[in-house]
């Protein structure tokens, strides 16, 4: 894109409705590679050039979270060379660009099930999330070993023992309740999820947190999702009429 372009994007952009959150599904990897001749896992590492740039073009539009889908529950199923590979990305993404991150004043959240990461990988995560936490600027929200049924099952297993334990009555367990068990209890539902690669599902991404979530979905593989389609899809959100159920105002 043009610089002259894209600061009318920008322009277009501060003038609407920021999205408080707005969470990717980082797919098409493997297809981008293939389609070069690569081996899957250069398409893995091209991603994270793409996870760099949309982390700060965010950083730059004032979007308040971002949620990055990284590694599936079901992403286990892969031969074991290439989860071998992704469990080994989050280190080498956060030893390259913690300094950064902490520049922009990042706090590093996590989300899934990490007790199953391998040891390396978690003890990189630990402390990305030890050394933001005092941050207070965007947060950059990792989703790792994560399934939205998982989350969902989770969830119900602690509220269970709560009532079996007697420290929650039925009667006490609604939606905002139920919420508040999820691991993305302190951030707001997402306004907008966008999944490139051509792929036009949900794959187990925050089932629960979607219920009025915008979709926006692209061809483009994630390698090579640039700061132009992610300025085009919140301004495609801003077009948008969200009702959650209501009428028009
Ligand atoms: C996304 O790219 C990365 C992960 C799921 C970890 P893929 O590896 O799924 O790429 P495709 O979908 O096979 O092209
Ligand atoms: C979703 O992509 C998970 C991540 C991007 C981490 P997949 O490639 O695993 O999804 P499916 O298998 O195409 O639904
Ligand atoms: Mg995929």
């Known amino acids: 894109m043009s610089k ?4 009318e994007s920008l322009n277009i952009i501060r003038g609407g409705e920021i999205p408080s959150h707005v969470a990717i599904i980082m797919d098409g990897n493997g297809r981008w590679a293939r389609k070069r001749g690569l081996p899957r896992i250069a398409g893995h590492k091209a991603g994270m050039d793409t996870l760099r740039e949309i982390i700060s073009c965010a950083h730059e539009i004032g979007i308040k979270v971002m949620t990055f889908f990284a590694f599936s529950t079901e992403n286990w199923k892969r031969p074991s060379w290439e989860v071998r590979f992704l469990m080994t990305l989050p280190e080498e993404y956060l030893q390259k660009d913690l300094p950064s991150l902490m520049e922009k004043n990042v706090v ?3 989300i899934g099930d990490l007790n199953r990461l391998p040891k390396r990988t978690l003890r990189a995560v630990n402390h ?4 933001t936490k005092n941050n207070t600027g965007m947060i950059v929200n990792f989703a790792l070993n994560y399934g939205g049924r998982a989350e969902i099952v989770d969830a119900v297993r602690h509220i269970a023992g709560e009532v079996a334990g007697g420290e929650l009555a039925l009667d006490e367990i609604n939606e905002q309740l139920f919420a508040d068990h999820l691991y993305t209890r302190d951030i707001p539902d997402p306004d907008l999820l966008i999944r490139p690669s051509g792929e036009l599902r949900i794959s187990n991404f925050l089932l629960w947190q979607t219920a009025y979530t915008e979709l926006w979905f692209t061809e483009t593989f994630w390698p ?7 300025l085009q899809a919140i301004m495609d959100y801003q077009k948008r009429e969200r009702r959650f159920g209501g009428i028009k105002k």
């Not at 002259?4 to 600061?7: R, S």
């Not at 990305?128 to 050394?131: D, E, F």
């Not at 090579?224 to 992610?230: A, T």
């Open 108 to 110: 590093i959240k996590a």
């Open 4 to 7: 002259g372009k894209e600061e």
């Open 224 to 230: 090579e999702f640039k700061r132009e389609h992610f």
């Open 128 to 131: 990305a999330l030890q050394s």
